[in-house]
């Protein structure tokens, strides 16, 4: 008996997406201006960069990288565990962990391979793991690759998340929700939740990913601005390539977790550290993210601006108080429609389309940055609601 193709059925499944006009497609862009980007060659405005603090292309960070390849070379050569962990890496580590009120903190390549690492060294087979139904997709894929038993909550639903818990009584728990969704742009209810894990006695994960850097006082994050603590949130997950404008990732908290990781959490031992030049840039991140408040202080007037400028045009924008600002269309040829329309008038608005969300929810997700100025917000408002015009006539269904 013949098996079946493995390629083949591959070939089939993508010809299946771009049928229904799902595909994915990749942009190759030449140049980055501040907010401006240029690809194919056009100018074009960008809303859709992580880049939340605008700290990217700031001269401080492209100087220390600089300085630090000098010093050591582009990459680490190792594994942190061999001879891959460089002074610049322990360096980050601590100021991470200071940053976050952590007792410590442990780097990893990618937000992505942080969270694998830690559901994988923390679960263990059959263990439950209660998630919110919107969360990243690698908080998902890190319970199934532990073998545990996951149990997903309505979005944001503390009522339905301690039925979750109660469920299963006999062994370990983990909770783990975004700080901030990264499709929605809202934020958990974190303190909710930290109390429901106590009460449980389960342990409580949040992926800051797009929550450093821009919320709390010197932007330690969406559990910090809770006030919440190592006590109230054990795993502590968050990126450096959004708001501090690198890349990588961090989990921090006890010196039990991580020491823990750093000898079960295969997705760290088994890769090539990051480049320590790109640890040093990071540092300089932390600093300023620290110290200029102005970032988030500008990033939060253009938030404002933004939606009320939004509500006055009467736009379906989702509830968000991020620098993730989501337009809901709905059908995605609407959405992808909406985003070539923009493109067309030199705005990039990336459109969002299942199976990244649910069906009947697709959107544009636009970002907003510290580097965007007045006129650039109000450059956008003109052009969605000459979009609307255009693209929801009187009566239709938004």
Same mark, same amino acid.
């Given at each position: ?106 780097l990893f390549s990618t937000g992505y391979m942080a969270n694998l690492g830690v559901m994988q060294a923390l679960l263990k087979r059959g263990e439950l793991c209660v998630q919110d139904k919107l969360n990243h997709a690698c908080l998902l894929d890190g319970a199934q690759l532990a073998g545990a038993v996951l149990k997903r909550y309505p979005h944001a639903d503390v ?26 742009? !809202? ?19 949040? %992926? !800051? ?22 006590? %109230? ?97 709905? %059908? ?67």
């Open positions: 008996m013949q098996r079946p193709d493995l390629l083949e059925r591959l070939a089939v499944q993508t010809a299946e997406r771009t049928q229904a006009r799902l595909q994915r497609r990749l942009r190759t862009v030449d140049a980055y201006d501040g907010p401006y980007l240029e690809s194919n060659g056009r100018r074009l405005l960008a809303f859709c960069s992580n880049d939340y603090l605008g700290l990217a292309q700031d001269p401080r960070l492209i100087a220390a990288l600089k300085q630090a390849a000098d010093e050591t070379g582009v990459g680490s050569g190792s594994a942190h565990l061999i001879c891959g962990h460089r002074r610049q890496h322990a360096a980050l580590e601590e100021a991470l962990a200071e940053w976050t009120g952590r007792e410590r903190a442990l009522a339905a998340a301690a039925r979750q818990l109660c469920s299963e009584t006999d062994d370990s728990a983990l909770l783990a929700t975004d700080g901030v969704f990264s499709m929605d742009g !809202d934020i958990a209810p974190l303190r909710e939740l930290a109390s429901l894990c106590a009460s449980e006695y389960a342990c409580l994960m949040v %992926d !800051d990913a797009h929550g450093l850097g821009v919320l709390g006082h010197d932007g330690a994050g969406s559990v910090a601005e809770d006030g919440l603590t190592e006590q %109230d949130v054990p795993v502590l997950m968050a990126t450096l390539g959004k708001a501090l404008g690198c890349s990588g990732a961090f989990v921090a908290g006890s010196t039990t977790l991580i020491d823990g990781l750093t000898q079960f959490a295969r997705s760290y031992i088994y890769t090539t550290a990051m480049p320590p030049a790109l640890a040093a840039a990071a540092l300089c991140a932390v600093t300023l993210a620290r110290s200029e408040h102005w970032r988030r202080e500008k990033l939060n007037a253009s938030i404002r601006r933004f939606r009320h400028g939004a509500a006055q045009l009467g736009l379906p924008l989702m509830p968000s108080r991020t620098a993730i600002q989501p337009l809901m269309l709905g %059908d995605a040829q609407r959405a992808l429609d909406a985003s070539c329309t923009l493109e067309a008038q030199g705005l990039l608005a990336v459109a969002i389309r299942p199976p990244t969300v649910p069906q009947g929810q697709a959107r544009l997700r636009i970002t907003l940055s510290a580097a965007h100025e007045e006129a650039h917000i109000d450059q956008l408002l003109e052009a969605l609601a000459s979009l609307r015009l255009e693209t929801f006539p009187a009566g239709a269904p938004v």
